[in-house]
């Protein structure tokens, strides 16, 4: 597969996954820390979007995205885990928080290096 069509379809599985990702939760069905849960949600978002900047810019190699799209969904795995009981616990949101920290230096570590989508 050709670096342009690997990186269109990089893209578009994003796109999806953000898109995803963002929907609401059904009514009747909110929790009772919805704060501690925005904040992770709205925080994955963005990095997410860092992510597809840095695939439209170049800045990002197909390989670099495909690793950072992985811990990106392992991170959206632990905010699911972690509202599904209803509630998120000081615990939980601190470990996500300090998961999406490491994350956020990740997409700038590979945003920065020397390397670049040709």
């Given at each position: ?67 950072l799209e992985r811990q990106e969904a392992r991170v959206d ?42």
């Open positions: 597969m050709n670096p342009r069509r690997l990186s269109a379809a990089i893209f578009g599985s994003l796109l999806v996954g953000a898109s995803l990702f963002a929907q609401a939760p059904a009514p009747g069905t909110q929790t009772t820390t919805p704060r501690k849960e925005q904040h992770a949600e709205k925080r994955a978002d963005r990095q997410q979007k860092r992510i597809a900047q840095g695939v439209a810019s170049g800045s990002l190699t197909p390989k670099e995205t495909i690793r795995r632990h905010i699911a885990k972690a509202e599904a009981d209803g509630t998120v616990t000081k615990k939980e949101a601190v470990k996500i928080q300090r998961e999406q920290n490491r994350e956020s230096r990740r997409i700038h570590r590979q945003k920065t290096d020397a390397q670049t989508r040709k």
